[in-house]
């Protein structure tokens, strides 16, 4: 992919706020922070902003460069086959990757294996309904595979073995009146679904 894919992943920065508060709530202590996937990455200069030990994986050479240019930590990895130790991080963050994948299970498979118990797994996956969308539409994207009902979501995470903390709604937007409408949205036709999921205790 080129730099046409990557240019439209520049991630809204209200996204990332949440998800760094996400993790003082849920995991204030995390120290091993991946997020896969990271695109340009924003959340990991987010992040590093307030978090220690957070990196950016993504199996795109451009992201790297991206990353290397603005000096964020990154690796070049695929998801697939994650290059950490088994039970070794606190917390994995996917935003828009699952629906990228033929065999989801398997990378779910893959974040369970690498976070330690007790870790977290922190995602953002189109819900059914971003197909209806006339901006931003689940088709606009040729590298997708199938958006998710959040009883598919919920299916996915609990059959790899995750404990479900929470799955909600939203749709984002650019602006004041975008927000605004995506309020609504986000209760009733929401574009995404954010779940929170944890690896039990041993």
């Known amino acids: 992919m080129g730099e046409g894919y990557i240019s ?3 991630e809204h920065p209200e996204i990332s706020i949440r998800d760094v508060r996400i993790l003082h709530t849920y995991q204030p202590n995390a120290r091993r922070i991946v997020d ?3 695109g340009r990455g924003g959340f ?4 590093m902003q307030q978090m220690e030990g957070v990196l950016g994986l993504d199996s795109e050479p451009l992201a790297a460069s991206i990353s290397r240019v603005q000096d ?3 690796l070049l990895g695929d998801v697939i086959a994650l290059p950490f130790v088994s039970g070794s991080l606190d917390v994995v963050r996917a935003k828009e990757v699952i629906e990228h994948m033929t065999d989801a299970l398997s990378m779910v498979r893959e974040v369970h294996r690498v976070l330690r118990p007790g ?10 309904f971003s197909a209806l969308y006339p901006v931003g539409n689940f088709w606009d994207d040729y590298t997708h595979v199938r958006p998710l009902s959040r009883v598919g ?18 749709t984002a937007g650019r602006n004041r009146p975008e927000r605004l409408l995506g ?3 986000g209760v009733v036709l929401p574009h995404i679904w954010l779940a929170l999921a944890r690896k039990p205790e041993e």
């Open 183 to 185: 309020r609504v949205l």
């Open 72 to 74: 964020l930590p990154f």
């Open 36 to 38: 896969v996937g990271c």
């Open 8 to 10: 439209h992943l520049i």
């Open 119 to 128: 870790g977290l797994f922190l995602c953002h996956v189109p819900t059914q």
């Open 153 to 170: 979501l919920r299916r996915l995470l609990q059959d790899t073995g995750f404990e479900i903390i929470l799955i909600k709604g939203y």
């Open 44 to 47: 990991v200069d987010m992040c």
